[in-house]
């Protein structure tokens, strides 16, 4: 079994918490770049790689500027992830817009910005033709419904409220041809931390087959064609790296077989994967606040699900390393808990563990993605800092945590005095 390693030592931890007090999640820098790299290399045959990355998975633009650095795009799902794509100087076709239900302003940014629109309804044609206009590129969200299986976290294709069904597809393409538009896309996204590379592969295929037959029947060219994100990361120390490469060579596989032999070459190929770019490369760091010991021994932290969710919200499983006691025998079960009033707000439930006492610092790990972008104010709980570690060992605050001033900033407490 490979055990979960840190990428830093107590000392340092120490050193930041004298800083930056617990609970913050850190980064580790050289870890992300190298994975990044790792992914490219993967993919450098096959036809236009570009990765999107999911900026939801952890809207910071620290982390974007590195990932831009690398060649990255952004997938942004708002107004404000579009201003955080720009004010990183990401821009035009780097951007890949995604959201669904999605209210006119963003479209208008979006087109502003040169961003591609990933239209997530056929009805939004007309919606973006009366608010923004019908830019050059236009890419249309599919739902294969029953044709694919989903999992847990993204739910079931036809229970799910995304994209547009294939006969909307051969409409939606039709009427935006029909309307001038040049250029097109098409994209899925329907599993989430799916950990089979075969799933990449089919999913590629299921594509290239629409593509095929929606260029004939239409008579259009396709530009690109985006996998989606959902590439898993390994959770629990047991599961593996899911191997890009053979994502890669699969793909690849299928391109020549439906893409090429369709003479529909060269069509680029595109990912937005936010999970496993961030994901296993940051930390939830908390301190134990106190021991309580009644039907069974639970562990309360200074920090709760508003820092890390995924626990009380999919049951998930987040590994814990305590630090200093690496090396000591996990003797104790406990329940490790937030201060939240939700009994689920648990980041373990029945976690084998060194003896923890009062002061020992956890380390939660994989929370690089998912992890602070999903936090909230729930029961006052003011959202906490993020760290950067930076190759050369030193540390740079990359977000600061929030104050009592800021909860209060969207309250008007002068009017309050006023109001009867
Ligand atoms: C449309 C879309 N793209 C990309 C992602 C990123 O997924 P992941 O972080 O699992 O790669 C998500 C996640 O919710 C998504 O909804």
Same mark, same amino acid.
């Given at each position: 079994?490979?055990?979960? @390693?840190?990428?830093?030592?107590?000392?340092?931890?120490?050193?930041?918490?004298?800083?930056?007090?617990?609970?913050?999640?850190?980064?580790? #820098?050289?870890?992300?770049?190298?994975?990044?790299?790792?992914?490219?290399?993967?993919?450098?045959?096959? +036809? /236009?790689?570009?990765?999107?990355?999911?900026?939801?998975?952890?809207? +910071?633009? =620290?982390?974007?500027?590195?990932?831009?650095?690398?060649?990255?795009?952004?997938?942004?799902?708002?107004?404000?992830?579009?201003?955080?794509?720009?004010?990183?100087?990401?821009?035009?076709? +780097?951007?890949? !817009?995604?959201? +669904?239900?999605?209210?006119?302003? *963003?479209?208008?940014?979006?087109? #502003?910005?040169?961003?591609?629109?990933?239209?997530?309804?056929?009805?939004?044609?007309?919606?973006? #033709?009366?608010?923004?206009?019908?830019?050059?590129?236009?890419?249309?969200?599919?739902?294969?419904?029953?044709?694919?299986?989903g999992n847990a976290i993204i739910g079931n294709p036809e229970e799910a409220k995304y994209g547009f069904t294939r006969e909307q597809l051969f409409e939606g393409y039709r009427v935006m041809?029909?309307?001038?538009?040049?250029?097109?896309?098409? $994209?899925?996204?329907?599993?989430?931390?799916?950990?089979?590379? #075969?799933? !990449?592969?089919? @999913?590629?295929?299921?594509?290239?087959?629409?593509?095929?037959?929606?260029?004939?029947?239409?008579?259009?060219?396709?530009?690109?064609?985006?996998?989606?994100?959902?590439?898993?990361?390994? =959770? %629990?120390?047991e599961q593996e790296q899911v191997p890009y490469h053979v994502i890669a060579r699969g793909v690849s596989k299928a391109y020549d077989e439906t893409i090429r032999a369709n003479g529909l $070459?060269?069509?680029?190929?595109?990912?937005?994967?936010? %999970?496993?770019?961030? /994901?296993? =490369?940051?930390?939830?760091?908390?301190?134990?606040?106190?021991?309580?010991?009644?039907?069974?021994?639970?562990?309360?932290?200074?920090?709760?699900?508003?820092?890390?969710?995924?626990?009380?919200?999919?049951?998930? =499983?987040?590994?814990?390393?305590?630090?200093?006691?690496?090396?000591?025998?996990?003797? $104790?079960?406990?329940?490790?808990?937030?201060?939240?009033?939700?009994?689920?707000?648990?980041?373990?439930?029945?976690?084998?563990?060194?003896?923890?006492?009062?002061?020992?610092?956890?380390?939660?790990?994989?929370?690089?993605?998912? /992890?602070?972008?999903?936090? !909230?104010?729930?029961? /006052?709980?003011? %959202?906490?800092?993020?760290?950067?570690?930076?190759?050369?060992?030193?540390?740079?605050?990359?977000?600061?945590? *929030?104050?009592?001033?800021?909860? !209060?900033?969207?309250?008007?407490?002068?009017?309050?005095?006023?109001?009867?």
């Amino acid at each position: 079994m490979v055990s979960k @390693t840190l990428p830093f030592t107590q000392e340092k931890i120490t050193e930041i918490i004298e800083k930056y007090p617990t609970p913050f999640h850190v980064y580790d #820098e050289k870890a992300i770049i190298e994975n990044a790299r790792k992914l490219k290399e993967a993919f450098r045959d096959v +036809n /236009g790689f570009k990765e999107y990355f999911a900026v939801k998975a952890l809207p +910071n633009p =620290y982390i974007m500027k590195l990932l831009k650095a690398e060649g990255f795009g952004a997938d942004c799902s708002s107004l404000p992830e579009l201003l955080l794509a720009e004010k990183t100087g990401i821009v035009g076709e +780097n951007i890949m !817009f995604s959201s +669904n239900d999605t209210p006119a302003e *963003e479209f208008i940014k979006a087109k #502003e910005l040169g961003a591609i629109i990933n239209l997530d309804d056929i009805s939004h044609i007309e919606y973006l #033709e009366e608010t923004a206009g019908l830019p050059e590129i236009v890419c249309c969200r599919y739902n294969p419904g029953p044709l694919k299986e989903g999992n847990a976290i993204i739910g079931n294709p036809e229970e799910a409220k995304y994209g547009f069904t294939r006969e909307q597809l051969f409409e939606g393409y039709r009427v935006m041809k029909e309307k001038g538009v040049k250029r097109f896309g098409m $994209h899925t996204m329907v599993a989430s931390n799916e950990l089979d590379p #075969e799933y !990449f592969i089919e @999913t590629a295929k299921i594509l290239f087959e629409l593509i095929a037959e929606l260029s004939k029947e239409l008579d259009i060219k396709f530009d690109f064609v985006n996998l989606g994100g959902g590439i898993g990361i390994p =959770y %629990r120390p047991e599961q593996e790296q899911v191997p890009y490469h053979v994502i890669a060579r699969g793909v690849s596989k299928a391109y020549d077989e439906t893409i090429r032999a369709n003479g529909l $070459h060269p069509l680029k190929i595109f990912l937005e994967c936010g %999970r496993v770019i961030t /994901g296993p =490369y940051g930390y939830l760091v908390t301190s134990v606040r106190h021991m309580k010991h009644i039907y069974k021994d639970y562990a309360g932290t200074d920090a709760c699900m508003a820092n890390l969710m995924r626990p009380a919200l999919y049951g998930a =499983y987040h590994h814990i390393t305590v630090l200093g006691k690496e090396n000591e025998e996990a003797t $104790h079960l406990y329940d490790v808990t937030g201060s939240l009033c939700e009994n689920n707000d648990k980041f373990a439930i029945d976690r084998l563990l060194p003896e923890l006492t009062r002061g020992d610092v956890l380390v939660i790990h994989d929370a690089g993605a998912h /992890g602070h972008a999903m936090g !909230f104010n729930y029961n /006052g709980k003011l %959202r906490s800092a993020e760290i950067l570690l930076r190759p050369d060992g030193s540390f740079v605050q990359i977000r600061k945590a *929030e104050t009592i001033e800021d909860y !209060f900033a969207t309250l008007d407490m002068e009017g309050l005095t006023s109001f009867e």
